[in-house]
């Protein structure tokens, strides 16, 4: 399963609303996680299931999609926020989890 | 709460084997999966392979031929070894718990830099 997301790169200024978007080239279901990492850091789990926040997340992320299709959406950008956004499938089969290219944020 | 430490050499030779260890503190090792992931320069983050405390293991068919994942449950560690390895295979390597099923990833170790080069 190859993923993609778009766009590569996401200007945004810090209170706007930023919107990323995922796409796998066969269904996943609802088994789609978002990871944010920060330069020089491990990559976190924002999302999973698609739509559930992991632990501590914050509010403003916000996920939804199934399927192929899926949008990773922050409604309002804090400055902690501005780092690169994996989209990674994790279907049982076939048993290989893929990640997307990823979509950096950064400030307009 | 849990943390993952990879070490290993930074450097390997081409063609040589490159050996890594997570070391797992702050939670246990049984009942969950382990994976390793890694990130080479430039490119996308690649999972590797998965071994699960009862044993079982899943491999990415693209590293299959020379990879090999194995755990010591009493070190709480998890091991890698890739064979044969060539710059191709320089990369940020991460090992990361796997929650409820092998391929959602939390926490993440800090990751190590295995260069490749001569």
């Known amino acids: 399963i190859v993923m993609t997301q778009s766009p590569a790169t996401l200007s945004v200024s810090p209170g706007e609303r930023g919107t990323l978007s995922c796409r796998a080239s066969?269904?996943?279901?609802?088994?789609l996680a978002w990871y944010q990492q920060k330069p020089g850091q491990a990559p976190r789990l924002l999302m999973y299931g698609a739509s559930t926040r992991a632990t501590d997340i914050p509010a403003r992320f916000s996920g939804s999609g199934s399927g192929t299709e899926f949008t990773l959406t922050i409604s309002s950008l804090q400055s902690e926020d501005f780092a690169v956004y994996y989209c990674?499938?994790?279907?049982?089969?076939?048993?290989?989890?893929?990640f997307g290219p990823g979509t950096k944020v950064d400030i307009k | 709460q849990v943390q993952l430490q990879e070490s290993g050499p930074g450097l390997v030779k081409p063609s040589e084997t490159l050996s890594l260890t997570c070391t797992v503190s702050?939670?246990?090792?049984?009942?969950?999966?382990w994976n390793w992931i890694r990130h080479p320069p430039g490119k996308g983050l690649e999972w590797i392979a998965y071994i699960h405390s009862s044993g079982s293991s899943n491999y990415n068919p693209s590293l299959k031929s020379r990879v090999t994942i194995s755990m010591d449950a009493s070190k709480k560690q998890v091991s890698l070894n890739l064979s044969s390895v060539t710059a191709a295979d320089t990369a940020v390597y991460f090992c990361?718990?796997?929650?409820?099923?092998?391929?959602?990833?939390?926490?993440w170790g800090q990751g190590t830099l295995v260069t490749v080069s001569s």
């Open positions: 066969q269904s996943v279901s609802s088994n």
């Open positions: 990674q499938h994790y279907n049982n089969w076939p048993p290989v989890f893929t």
């Open positions: 990361a718990r796997g929650i409820s099923v092998p391929g959602l990833f939390d926490p």
């Open positions: 702050g939670g246990p090792i049984s009942g969950y999966y």
